[in-house]
Nanobody
Framework: VQLQASGGGLVQAGGSLRLSCAAS????????LSWFRQAPGKEREFVAA????????YSGNSVEDRFTISRDDIKKTMYLQMDSLEPEDTAVYHC?????????????????WGQGTQVTVSS
């Protein structure tokens, strides 16, 4: 499975971005897709996950109130709509794939990763 993330960029605080993650290759249903992010000097952290049934999980209230994860299984693409962006959201955003429907937040449970897309939020 190959994952291609896109949609990052430079945006002012309060702005919005929509990230996409296109999957190709042999995906096995059911599968879960997730977003992680990594800021300079910090560990990679979980942002949100969505499984084949459309159930989702977010890292916390701050993210859940501003971000929306979704997926289109016909296009094999996952999205992350990010609104009210804050400078603290600046990071490289990576998408990840795992088989199964369990919504997990540990990097160790994901088997395939995309290369990441840079999101920079200026104050």
């Amino acid at each position: 499975v190959q994952l291609q993330a896109s949609g990052g960029g430079l945006v002012q605080a309060g702005g919005s971005l929509r990230l996409s993650c296109a999957a190709s290759g042999r995906t096995v249903r059911p599968y879960t897709l997730s977003w992680f992010r990594q800021a300079p000097g910090k560990e990679r952290e979980f942002v949100a996950a969505i499984n084949g049934g459309g159930y989702s999980k977010y890292s916390g209230n701050s993210v859940e109130d501003r971000f929306t994860i979704s997926r289109d299984d016909i296009k094999k693409t996952m999205y992350l709509q990010m609104d009210s962006l804050e400078p603290e959201d600046t990071a490289v955003y990576h998408c990840a794939y795992k088989e199964g429907s369990l919504l997990t937040s540990s990097t160790r449970t994901y088997t395939y990763w995309g290369q990441g897309t840079q999101v920079t939020v200026s104050s």
